[in-house]
């Protein structure tokens, strides 16, 4: 059974960092392709970032391009997203998401496994 579990999230001040991290078990997750999304209050849940748990390219929301990160710690296990430059329109829960079929999609309903979501809060 694939579990996904995040943590990282907390209030930050505007134009600080924060490390998001992705604990994923229960698979080999060498053919998975894996993502993150954020969903706002009362908004829709959107795409962030995603690549292919074994490497290639990553790929990134316009709106985070150049201040996040996505890496993957095949060791650990692990998948991170490194926030840089944080503005309060950062303000989410953010999900980690995993396709079992190695495809990346910036569509929410194409990810077969998520996790619970972390919070993240940047004050102006």
């Known amino acids: 059974q694939v579990q996904l579990v995040e943590s990282g999230g907390g209030l930050v001040q505007a134009g600080g960092s924060l490390r998001l991290s992705c604990a994923a078990s229960g698979r080999s997750f060498d053919f998975y392709a894996m993502a993150w999304f954020r969903q706002a209050p009362g908004k829709e849940r959107e795409f962030v970032a995603a690549r292919n748990w074994s490497g290639g390219t990553t790929y990134y929301a316009d709106s985070v391009k150049g201040r996040f990160t996505m890496s993957v710690d095949i060791a650990k296990n692990t998948i991170y997203l490194q926030m840089n430059s944080l503005k309060p329109e950062d303000s989410a829960v953010y999900y980690c998401?995993?396709?079992?079929?190695?495809?990346?999609?910036?569509?929410?309903?194409?990810?077969?496994?998520w996790g619970q979501g972390t919070r993240v809060t940047v004050s102006s």
């Open positions: 998401a995993a396709d079992e079929h190695g495809r990346i999609y910036q569509e929410v309903r194409r990810y077969d496994y």
